[in-house]
């Protein structure tokens, strides 16, 4: 089983990343909510999530451009091109990053005990960033002549990180208030961390054969095949189907009804670390490289000579079984609930989530009922630097089956009909979107949650 979870998260790490979601918190009869805050609370008394089928999600994005910004607007015998020159000069902000990632819910189950709710999760994880600076995209459109005297490759970047997390919530009513948390035993299963990334390259605009690179660099990995000095790979056995390293981590959140139509949440979530213990490398780099040209002469040619660098320092580490530590990616959830009419609710959501400094975003929409056979919320979301971001949460319930569908850009759902529409596709564009993401799953709910002032039975 354990060598079935590494070959999935070796699979995920370079394929999918577990972005924040803001639909899904609009459907709090879905457990998979309370993975944003463990105050929220289902109508169910029990819910029950078997492996492989209760929760499936992966979502990629960036922060730097969209698909459009890549491709010429006009049409080029037929068909847009790839124009390297647009790319790098829509690009806006000085850091950016590409996110992947997924989720797998191995096994979950909620269920109320008088005015108590307990739960327990298992689930693998993935996240894997790259980030880049601008920079990077200038030199490869106009060369070093476009990108000034100095090019910035500082915080060029790649993280992984893929581990087993096994969670125990609780959640209480108090009054009007509504506390909970999650503690959580963290599995490591892969990591890559850069843990330093000081880049640049000083050009002599007067003598474009002159420059100086100038560079620190160090990567820490576990469960990685590395490769040493000498060129030997690390050659996998049955040590590498096991943990690579464990840790700990914790949500806590609280909702409070501050009058009887509004609920106001807040949560802090994935607080905690992973220690790193077994197969672990650790890349260390640092050089200074300056260069005048080459210089050719008649009489170097007849000697053999030719004058190359000026100067070369370069120093490199490589070590194996170091142990380190990685924290998991913290984020802040602020959520609102208005009660509109007896089955329409509006709700917002605001997140801050942590990846080399503070990523807002947020989300603001409309959740309806039709009893218990059918939820949807229709909102729009505000990640990756767009504004506009049409989703949808979908929840069908026949019987004790509860079917989920969600995502935070219908672009996911129609870039099939749209893609052929081109640019000029209408307001669910793909190629104008910064991210795509996609959550299903079913799980088996019963019963109805007893003596519970919820938003949902207030207005009768």
């Known amino acids: 089983m354990k060598k079935t979870l590494i070959i999935i998260s070796c699979f995920m790490m370079f394929g999918l990343n577990a972005q924040v979601e803001y639909s899904i918190q609009s459907l709090r009869n879905v457990y998979q909510a309370s993975d944003y805050n463990p105050a929220y609370r289902s109508t169910y008394s029990l819910s029950l999530g078997l492996p492989g089928i209760s929760s499936i999600y992966g979502a990629v994005g960036n922060t730097g451009f969209n698909f459009s910004d890549v491709i010429t607007e006009e049409l080029i015998n037929g068909s847009h091109r790839l124009d390297v020159d647009r790319l790098a000069g829509n690009i806006s902000r000085k850091k950016n990053y590409l996110f992947a990632g997924a989720q797998v819910n191995l096994f979950h189950i909620q269920f109320q005990e008088k005015n108590n709710f307990w739960s327990f999760h298992s689930k693998v994880r993935t996240d894997t960033r790259f980030s880049y ?4 995209f200038v030199l490869a459109a106009d060369g070093n002549l476009g990108a000034g005297n100095q090019i910035d490759l500082s915080g060029l970047a790649f993280d992984q ?20 948390f999650k503690l959580k035993y963290l599995m490591g299963l892969t990591n890559i961390r ?24 160090e990567v820490l990995t576990a469960g990685i095949p590395t490769i040493d000095t000498a060129g030997n790979t690390n050659e996998f056995d049955e040590t590498w189907a096991k943990p690579q390293g464990n840790g700990l981590a914790i949500d806590i959140g609280a909702s409070y009804q501050i009058i009887p139509k509004l609920l106001l949440s807040a949560s802090i979530n994935d607080v905690g670390f992973i220690r790193w213990k077994k197969h672990t490398s650790s890349y260390k780099a640092q050089e200074d490289f300056e260069y005048d040209g080459i210089v050719v002469t008649i009489q170097s040619l007849e000697k053999g000579e030719i004058s190359g ?34 089955r329409l609710w509006a709700d917002a959501v605001i997140n801050i989530s942590a990846y080399r400094g503070l990523r807002p975003g947020g989300s603001v929409g409309l959740y309806w ?3 218990r056979f059918l939820n949807v919320s229709l909102s729009n ?14 929840v069908i319930k026949p019987g004790p089956l509860q079917f989920y569908i969600v995502t935070d850009n219908m672009a996911t759902l129609f870039a099939p009909l749209m893609v052929p529409k081109g640019l000029s596709a209408p307001l669910i564009n ?5 991210s795509f993401g996609i959550h299903v799953g079913m799980n088996l709910v019963f019963g109805r949650v007893k003596d519970q002032e919820t938003l949902q039975s207030i207005v009768k």
């Open 309 to 342: 660098p000026d100067t070369i320092d370069y120093n490199y580490e490589y070590t194996q079984g170091e142990k380190y530590t990685t924290s998991v990616r913290a984020n802040l959830n602020l959520s609102a609930r208005y009660q509109l009419l007896k």
């Open 369 to 371: 009922e039709w009893k």
């Open 161 to 180: 990180m893929s581990y087993i997390e096994n969670a125990l919530g609780y959640n209480k009513k108090v009054g009007d208030w509504v506390y909970g």
């Open 133 to 136: 600076p601008k920079d990077l």
């Open 381 to 394: 979301t505000m990640s990756y630097g767009r504004m506009l971001n049409p989703a949808l949460g979908l």
């Open 430 to 434: 793909p190629y104008k979107s910064k």
């Open 194 to 217: 850069t843990r330093k990334s000081d880049l640049t390259w000083d050009i002599n605009q007067d003598d474009i054969y002159q420059y100086k690179f100038s560079g620190n660099y």
